[in-house]
């Protein structure tokens, strides 16, 4: 069964370029948002096996949206997206139960060995 993954970015190319380098690892994308806030809804109906995350957005940052995806479902896999110079906010999303982060501009190869890090971890739970 492929992976199913929700994307959270406001940029629109950055969850397109996202969403390539998963769909070309068998990964299948369920839903996409642009806010936090729709990041929050769309979690809750679609039950993703994991969601990237982007820290800087509209309405709802992604830090809030992790503490809020984690206090219906502590079992959540939130891995963050940010820019250089964002540490202290990485920081912030690790301690609210973020897995992992990635930095952009993406590095398909490190998006994938993140990504199948996190999910060969929850197989083995």
């Not at 969850?15 to 990041?39: F, H, N, P, S, Y």
């Not at 982007?54 to 940052?61: A, K, R, T, V, W």
């Not at 912030?92 to 973020?98: K, M, P, V, W, Y």
Request: charged letters at 25%; aromatic letters at 4%.
């Amino acid at each position: 069964m492929k992976p199913r993954v929700l994307v959270v970015d406001d940029a629109i190319f950055m969850r397109k370029m996202i969403a390539d380098i998963l769909e070309g690892q068998g990964m299948e994308i369920v839903g996409e948002a642009d806010t936090g806030a729709g990041a929050v809804e769309k979690y809750s109906a679609l039950k993703p096996d994991l969601v990237t995350m982007d820290i800087i957005m509209p309405e709802m940052n992604g830090i809030d949206a992790v503490k809020n995806i984690m206090a219906s479902d502590p079992q959540a896999r939130i891995v963050m997206c940010s820019a250089l110079g964002q540490q202290a906010l990485v920081q912030d999303a690790l301690g609210a139960g973020a897995r992992d982060f990635l930095i952009k501009p993406f590095n398909p190869s490190r998006v994938i060995e993140v990504v199948s890090k996190i999910l060969n971890q929850a197989s083995k739970v």
